[in-house]
C-alpha cells in the first residue's frame, strides 16, 4: 500500500513537472491561471486525471491540455447564477437532485423540456458546465451518476450535439467524475441515435450505460429519489429560485459545539423530562419567568442592539420524528418581516437512538443566517438546541430553507470537531438522516382588537409570537405531564398484575392446604 501511495505522488510530480516543461511555456495564455494554479496545489485532481487515462501521463498530460483550454473557453470558474439566464434554471432541464443506491449524487436531465435552438446551445452548455463545477468544488470532485429520463419524449427532442457535450464532460474535461449514466425508457425512435452515444463513449465508458424502465430503473436508484412516474415515491417537483435542495450549504459563522451557557440552558429542559410529577408546577413558574424574559430581551435588542440568546423563541407546535432525531419544529422556523424585527428562532434536536448521533446545518442562504452549533452531536435519550438567527440586515424569506444531516456514530469515536470533520467524510450516504425546513415570515402583528383589550385592562400588549409562544411552553408542559401519567398508568398496571398474581399464589397455597388436610 506504502509502495503504490509512493508511485502514485511519483506521477502526480511528473504530470506537474512535464505540464509545465511542455505546456504551459507555449499555452499560457490558453488557460485560466486559477485552474494551473490548483494543478500544482490539488493533488487529487491531478490523481483523478491520472486514473481516467489509466496512470498513463503522456495521456493524461493530453486530456489537462483539452479541458484547461475548455474551461477557459467555456469561463468556468467565473460561472454563476448571475450569469447565467434566469429561464435556463427555471426550465427545470438539468439539475442535480438525489442519490443513487451506492451514496453517488443523481444529475437529471429530463430530456422533455430541452428543444433544439442552435441560438441558445452555447448558455444551455455552459449550464450545464455550471451545475458539474459547482457540484465539485463542493463535493470536492466525488462522483455523479447521470439520469436521462427521456419519459414522454419523442424525435423533437433529439439533440446529439448536446447529448456529445454532456458525454464529452466527462469523457474529457471532468476526470474520474462518472459513474453511470442511467437512461430511463428511451423511445425506440432513438436506438440509433445512442449507438452512435456508444462509440462517443468509447469501451471503458459504455459498461457505465445502464437502459431502464420503470421495472428495473430501481436497481440504481431507490424509489425514495424516484419521482411517481418512475414508479418511485420522491415528491420533489423542481422549482426556481432558489437552486434545489441539494445546494445547502454550511451557514455563515458556523459556531462549533455548543458553549457552557448553551449547555446548561439544554440541560434544564433535558432534566425537566425526568422529574416526578410533583414537580410540574416548578417547572411551569420556570418557564413562565422565561417567557418574561423573551419580552425583556426584545427591549434590550432594540436600545443597545445586543446580541442575546433568543431561549423561548419556540414556534414548534409539530415534530418530526425521523429514525435518529425528533426535530421540533416540524416543517418551518417562523421569521418576522423587517417590521416584526423576529430575526431568531429555535430548534430542538432529541436523540432517540442509543448512539450518539452527529448532525450537521445547511442552508440554501448561508449569507443570511448564523446557527449555533452547526455541526456537532447529540448524546442518546438527549435534546439540544439550535439557534438560528437572522445575519445583520438581512430579512428571511419564504424561499430559504434549511437541511438537517444526522448519522449514528460509534461509541469509540470522539465527538471533537477532527473526529466530526473526519466522520462525515466517511459515512456511507445511506445511514445519513435528512430533513429539510423551510422559513416562514410573519408579516403582521398583534389585531387592534387585541391591543384595545389589552390596554383597557393595563396589560402589556403582546404579539402573535408572544402568544405563539407562551402556548409552545404550555404544550410542552402538557406534554411532560402526559409522560409522567403514562408512567404512573404503568405502574399501576403493574401494581394490578402482581396484585392479582399474589392473590392466585396465596389461593393456590390455601387450595394445597386444605386438600392436605381432607
Request: charged residues 30%; hydrophobic residues 35%; proline residues 4%.
Amino acid at each position: 500500500m506504502a509502495e503504490q501511495r509512493q508511485d502514485k505522488a511519483a506521477l502526480i510530480s511528473e504530470t506537474r513537472r512535464r505540464f509545465e516543461a511542455e505546456y504551459l511555456p507555449d499555452k499560457s495564455d490558453k488557460y485560466d491561471s486559477r485552474d494551473v494554479e490548483r494543478l500544482q496545489q490539488d493533488d487529487k485532481w491531478v490523481e483523478n486525471y491520472l486514473i481516467w487515462r489509466h496512470d498513463v501521463v503522456d495521456d493524461t498530460l493530453k486530456m489537462i491540455d483539452e479541458s484547461f483550454q475548455w474551461r477557459k473557453e467555456y469561463t468556468v470558474n467565473d460561472l454563476s447564477e448571475s450569469v447565467l439566464p434566469k429561464w435556463l434554471f427555471e426550465i427545470g432541464a438539468l439539475f442535480l437532485h438525489g442519490y443513487d443506491k451506492e451514496g453517488y449524487k443523481l444529475f437529471w436531465f429530463k430530456v422533455k423540456h430541452h428543444t433544439r435552438d442552435p441560438k441558445q446551445q452555447l448558455e444551455k452548455k455552459k449550464l450545464v458546465a455550471f451545475w458539474l463545477e459547482h457540484y465539485a468544488k463542493r463535493d470536492h470532485g466525488k462522483p455523479l451518476t447521470v439520469v436521462f429520463d427521456m419519459a414522454e419524449t419523442g424525435i423533437s427532442h433529439i439533440d446529439l450535439d448536446f447529448v456529445r457535450f454532456i458525454v464529452n464532460c466527462f469523457t474529457d474535461y471532468y476526470p474520474n467524475f462518472l459513474t453511470k449514466i442511467v437512461i430511463f425508457e428511451m423511445p425506440w425512435i432513438m436506438n440509433a441515435a445512442f449507438k452512435i452515444v456508444k462509440g462517443w463513449l468509447g469501451p471503458d465508458a459504455i459498461s457505465m450505460l445502464k437502459f431502464t424502465n420503470k421495472s428495473d430503473v430501481q436497481e440504481y436508484i431507490s424509489g425514495e429519489y424516484l419521482p411517481p412516474h418512475m414508479g418511485g415515491t420522491d415528491s420533489f417537483k423542481y422549482s426556481y429560485p432558489p437552486l434545489v435542495d441539494d445546494d445547502f450549504q454550511t451557514p455563515l459563522c458556523e459556531n462549533g459545539p455548543i458553549t457552557s451557557e448553551d449547555e446548561h440552558e439544554s440541560k434544564e429542559e433535558i432534566d425537566a423530562d425526568t422529574k416526578e410529577a410533583g414537580e410540574i408546577n416548578e417547572a411551569q413558574n420556570l418557564n413562565q419567568k422565561k417567557m418574561n424574559s423573551v419580552e425583556q430581551i426584545s427591549k434590550s435588542e432594540e436600545t443597545d442592539k445586543t446580541e442575546v440568546k433568543p431561549k423561548n423563541a419556540k414556534k414548534a407546535l409539530t415534530t418530526f420524528k425521523g429514525p435518529l432525531l425528533h426535530i421540533s419544529p416540524a416543517e418551518e422556523l417562523y421569521f418576522g418581516s423587517k417590521e416584526t424585527g423576529e430575526k431568531k428562532c429555535l430548534i430542538v434536536l432529541t436523540n432517540v437512538t442509543k448512539n450518539v448521533v452527529a448532525f450537521k446545518v445547511r442552508t440554501t442562504a448561508p449569507e443570511k443566517y448564523r446557527v449555533k452549533p452547526s455541526n456537532s452531536s447529540c448524546e442518546p435519550g438527549t435534546s439540544l438546541d439550535i439557534i438560528v438567527s437572522l445575519h445583520g440586515g438581512f430579512a428571511a424569506s419564504l424561499q430559504d430553507r434549511f437541511l438537517i444531516m444526522a448519522a449514528e456514530m460509534d461509541q469509540s469515536s470522539g465527538a471533537g470537531v477532527p473526529e466530526l470533520t473526519q466522520f462525515w467524510k466517511e459515512v456511507p450516504r445511506t445511514k445519513v438522516m435528512e430533513h429539510r425546513l423551510r422559513c416562514h415570515v410573519i408579516e403582521s402583528s398583534k389585531p387592534s382588537s387585541l391591543t384595545l383589550k389589552d390596554n383597557a385592562f393595563n396589560i402589556p400588549a403582546k404579539t402573535n409570537e408572544d402568544l405563539h409562544i407562551q402556548l409552545t411552553h404550555l404544550l410542552q408542559i402538557n406534554r411532560r405531564v402526559e409522560e409522567q401519567m403514562n408512567r404512573c398508568l404503568w405502574f399501576q398496571q403493574l401494581s394490578v398484575v402482581l396484585s392479582l398474581l399474589s392473590v392466585t399464589v396465596a389461593a393456590f397455597c390455601f387450595y394445597l392446604a386444605y386438600a392436605q388436610r381432607s
